[in-house]
C-alpha cells in the first residue's frame, strides 16, 4: 500500500513539475530587442545572404554607439567577414557586439565560397 501511494504522489509530482516548466516557457516571451539590450548594444542591424547578393548595399550604424551586428543566411551557404572590424559571421556564430570608433566606410564580403558569383558579394558598412 505504501509503494502504491509513493509511485501515484511520485507521479503527481513529476506531473506538476514538468506543467510548471510548460508554464514558465510559454510566459517567458521575449521582446524584440531583448537580445542587443542582454549583450549591451543600442542597436541592431541584420546581414541576409541569398546567393551572390546581401539584401542591402549599405547598412549604416553611428560611430561610438554599440550595435549587435547579426547574420542570416537566406539562400545558399555563406558567411559575413568585415576585416577591418574583425567581424567574421557564420551559421555557427552568427551575431557579434561590437562599438564602432572610427567613422568611415567598411567593406563587407561573403567568407564562404559559394560559387562563381562569390567574388562580387559585396556590401558596405558605414558608419557616421
Known amino acids: 500500500m505504501g509503494f502504491r501511494l509513493f509511485r501515484r504522489n ?3 509530482l513529476v506531473l506538476a513539475g514538468f506543467l510548471l516548466l510548460l508554464l514558465s516557457a510559454c510566459g517567458s516571451k521575449a521582446s524584440p530587442n531583448a537580445a542587443t539590450q542582454q549583450t549591451g548594444a543600442s ?3 541584420v546581414i541576409k545572404a541569398s546567393n551572390f547578393a546581401f539584401d542591402q548595399q549599405e547598412y549604416r550604424v ?7 551586428i547579426s547574420f542570416e543566411n537566406v539562400e545558399g551557404t555563406h558567411g559575413v567577414i568585415i576585416q ?5 559571421l557564420d551559421s555557427r556564430n552568427t551575431s557579434q557586439v561590437v562599438t564602432p570608433e572610427q567613422k568611415g566606410e567598411y567593406e563587407i564580403n561573403c567568407s564562404v565560397f559559394c560559387g562563381s558569383g562569390h567574388h562580387s558579394m559585396t556590401a558596405k558598412l558605414i558608419v557616421e
Open 62 to 68: 553611428k560611430q561610438g554607439v554599440p550595435v549587435k
Open 10 to 12: 511520485g507521479f503527481l
Open 43 to 45: 542597436e541592431e542591424i
Open 84 to 88: 577591418d572590424l574583425n567581424i567574421q
